[in-house]
């Protein structure tokens, strides 16, 4: 368990934290849509079934999915080309899954951000919005969004155990500091746009892991590290000139639930 305490650890612990508090934004305020359809007495009650759920599922599903990263040494499907046999495992197709999800979810969010359609779509809008009702639809809203940060997680710890740190340490911080983190992203949305465009890099990153039987090497997570730090610099100093300036910034679409 010495690997915990390593410079690397704490450096992927605290940015995949970070990097889970920010992609998380869109679901806290789902989620916080449908709790305001809720008595204020029954309001409180919900967040901690919500932060409680969201851990656990999280962790069930890092828990599986890493076990299968780790142990899937298994060859499923395997090629032969120009008489080299090409043999690609479960941990491979994991991996190449996850990368073409991760890149997909990554431009479609992008989009929507910039020009897509704000609402959001749970199915029967004329139900009544009793309190069981309501926490069904808050479960499935985290678990739809819980996916590709599971998916993240994986691309960029390499331990589970940090994975699950970085998660835990993420759901309580939005449970306690939502609104504030919700405010300050909508006044800085450029840092919601750099989250996500290293979300293209972890995917990217994923899908080229997924296909190392065929080219023989793999990214460092170091470089993608590197990158988010100096991006994530360059826009500090971005918004300290900004600030100075009093310019005004872009507005995304926020996601709305239809009423």
């Not at 046999?85 to 951000?113: A, D, P, Q």
Request: glycine content about 6%.
């Amino acid at each position: 368990m010495s690997y915990i305490f390593t410079i690397d650890s704490l450096i992927s612990l605290i940015t995949l934290a970070l990097l889970e508090i920010v992609l998380g934004i869109d679901n806290v305020i789902f989620v916080s849509i449908l709790m305001g359809r809720l008595p204020d007495d029954k309001k409180l009650l919900s967040r901690k079934i919500w932060m409680v759920l969201g851990i656990a599922v999280r962790t069930i599903l890092l828990l599986g999915l890493g076990w299968l990263v780790t142990n899937g040494n298994t060859e499923i499907v395997g090629l032969d080309i120009a008489e080299k046999h090409i043999g690609f495992t479960l941990r491979n197709l994991i991996l190449l899954t996850g990368g073409l999800f991760l890149l997909y979810k990554t431009v479609k969010e992008i989009h929507e951000k910039l020009e897509g359609d704000e609402e959001f779509n749970l199915g029967n809008k004329k139900k009544k919005a009793s309190f069981a009702n309501i926490m069904t639809q808050i479960v499935l809203v985290d678990m739809i969004f819980s996916f590709d940060s599971i998916i993240t997680a994986v691309g960029m710890a390499k331990h589970v155990e940090i994975m699950i740190c970085a998660v835990v340490i993420a759901m309580i911080i939005m449970f306690f500091f939502s609104e504030k983190i919700s405010t300050f992203i909508h006044k800085h949305p450029t840092l919601k746009m750099l989250a996500l465009a290293f979300l293209l890099m972890v995917g990217f990153s994923l899908f080229f892991e997924g296909l190392q039987p065929i080219h023989g090497s793999h990214i460092e997570k170091g470089y993608i590290y590197f990158a988010m730090a100096f991006s994530f610099g360059v826009e500090m100093l971005n918004m300290w000139m900004r600030k100075r300036r009093n310019a005004k910034v872009v507005e995304l679409h926020e996601p709305k639930l239809p009423e």
